[in-house]
């Protein structure tokens, strides 16, 4: 595990249509260490790295997501507030009293609220009712930003004790940075066809662009997926609802695999390659327990004629907020699945069972 490039990764600014600086960091992590490098129409990079196993061999598309959810400004008030928009999937009640930044040019912003001692009743209010303060009156808003100009979440990467890794953006810089390690980290049997996609967030856009370029026999989606594994504050003691007993998956557990979300069912013999793979090697792993979600997989597998795809999801804790949670291990040992599932990545294992 190196996660030399996470903090970077994490700290860019790369909402969903805007990834260049996110961009940026990757083709600077990547070079030297594959090939035919390009970034298509849409912003996605896709890179090859050859395989060594003869000239026959699988060409394996592995996909990360390079945006972000954020916001978008849609005007402003006549006392200088910014309205604003969702851009990808955020839920209201994190919004108020969360500090952004606005425009190219980071401007550092506070998404109103009122204070405590006038608003004890009041309940969730909606994005559309709310506003971001620049700090700028009606007369220099105009100047200083414009309609369309996205909005970041306002956060600072760091360590959390020994295992913990604390960022915005984890979903999917997680997935990126172990992609950039797979891609530096040795040579495989197969050719790996790299894509670092754009606007997942907003559906799966970037990935359905990039597997009709790639063309691969086979995928593998690199993501982060909810770890709801903390008690539910709200939740009846005496409750059966699955949702409030059955976290989705649990930090530290090692990578999740899939057999089914909200945008694909998984693979057979995809989900076979790695359960195998991770048994052979000794890597932890356990399998997503809930529905919900969805990854460039659901793009992927319809892709072309059809592309067998499988997922490996790094548990994070308070994903789509400023603050996600994962731990080193899982993404140490998400490395080590996708590098062993690479080795393992024949004609044979890929087809249908």
Known sequence: MTMEYLQELSEAIGVSGN????????????????????????????????????ANRPRVMLAAHMDEVGFMVTGW?????????AVGGID???????????????????ILWTP??????????KMTNLRIDIGAGKDEVSGKVKRGDRIAFDSTYMPIGDSIIRGKSLDDRAGC???????????????????????????????????????????????????HDLPNPLADPDSHDPRDLNPTTRLGMGPALTFMDRSMVTAPQMVALLKSAAEANGIPYG????????????AIHKGNAGVPTGAISIPARYIHSPHAYLHRDDYANAVRLAQAALHAMTWEAIKPL
């Open 19 to 54: 990834e260049e600086a996110v961009r940026r960091v990757i083709l600077k992590a990547i070079e030297g260490h594959v090939e035919d490098v390009k970034i298509d129409p849409m912003g996605t990079i896709t890179a090859l790295k050859r395989g060594t196993d003869g």
């Open 77 to 85: 008030d006549g006392d200088g507030l910014l309205k604003f928009t």
């Open 92 to 110: 209201d009640r994190i919004l108020p009293g969360l500090r952004v930044k606005v425009g190219e040019k980071q401007l550092p912003g506070v």
């Open 116 to 125: 405590i001692h006038k608003n004890r009743e009041q309940a969730v209010v």
């Open 177 to 227: 940075s172990v992609l950039v390690d797979i891609l530096r980290g040795g040579e495989y049997p197969c050719d790996i066809l790299a894509a670092f996609t754009v606007q997942e967030e907003i559906g799966l856009r970037g990935a359905q662009v990039a597997v009709k370029a790639l063309n691969p026999d086979a995928a593998l989606v690199l993501e982060c997926t909810t770890a």
């Open 287 to 298: 399998f997503k327990t809930q529905l919900g979600g969805g990854t460039d997989g659901g």
